[in-house]
């Protein structure tokens, strides 16, 4: 018998950067075939590349979650794996930090094109091979956004709340089925690109963000929770995990040293 029938397979969106990158490198080490995808192929070639050097498994697949035609053949072209188990959503971001009352529409409508229609595209088209699988995952990477709104934030939050009701529904709708719907919610992350695409690639102002925060979370720490969400026993499923740096109380309550 071959040996590859025992390889389980992870695909990973927004594996380009940040968290994706991450939970990637941490689901490789943890025994899974990894496809990496997202929209810059160098990137993550360089990253598979990484992976394979470290003697674990990655493929990757260029895609932008946004473009049902692309994801749908991507879909397709995994039916080389025996089985496609775990999918993480972690495509996504923030764009901007405008009040209601200023905020353009143009970054609403992309903010929900990325975190809501492009969640909703990869979960539709994979969900059935995660089903076949016979014991799947299906992971949403949300936000402690998708709970609690504070101010310049209504555009991104609206956002994260569609994302965390996509999870919530889905796990009512696969209730019975053999597959697990887990929402994890990062709350102050200090990645290399998330508050810099918020700013427009002011990195200045991005900087910050963090300023004065002692150890906001790294990208490692939150792949660590959907790493060990994941490799749960099956009929163990982490609903939703909340996580936050210790200097974060609430969403609006942030200890800063200056
Ligand atoms: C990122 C958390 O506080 O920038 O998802 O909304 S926050």
Known sequence: M????????????????????????????????????????????????EITAAGHSAAVHALDVTDRAAVDAFAASLDRYPSVDVLVNNAGGALGVDPVATGDPADWRTMY????????????????????????????????????????GAG????????????????????GRPVRVIEIAPGLVKTEEFATTRFRGDTERAAKVYEGVAA??????????????????SHVNIDLLVVRPRAQASNTKLHREL
Do not use: C, F, M
């Open 113 to 152: 094109e990325t975190n809501v229609i492009g969640t909703l595209n990869v979960t539709q088209a994979l969900l059935p091979a995660i089903t076949a699988s016979g014991d799947g995952t299906v992971v949403v990477l949300s936000s402690t956004a998708g709970h609690a709104t504070y101010e310049g």
């Open 2 to 49: 071959s040996t590859t029938t025992a390889i389980r397979t992870a695909v990973v969106t927004g594996a380009s950067s940040g968290i994706g990158a991450a939970t990637a490198r941490q689901l490789a080490a943890a025994g899974y075939h990894v496809v990496l995808t997202a929209r810059r192929k160098d990137r993550i070639e360089a990253l598979a590349a």
């Open 156 to 175: 991104y939050v609206a956002a994260k709340n569609g994302a965390r009701v996509l999870a919530e529904t889905l796990r009512l709708e696969l209730v």
């Open 216 to 233: 906001p979370l790294t990208a490692d720490d939150v792949a660590e929770t959907v790493t060990w969400a994941v490799t749960r026993p």
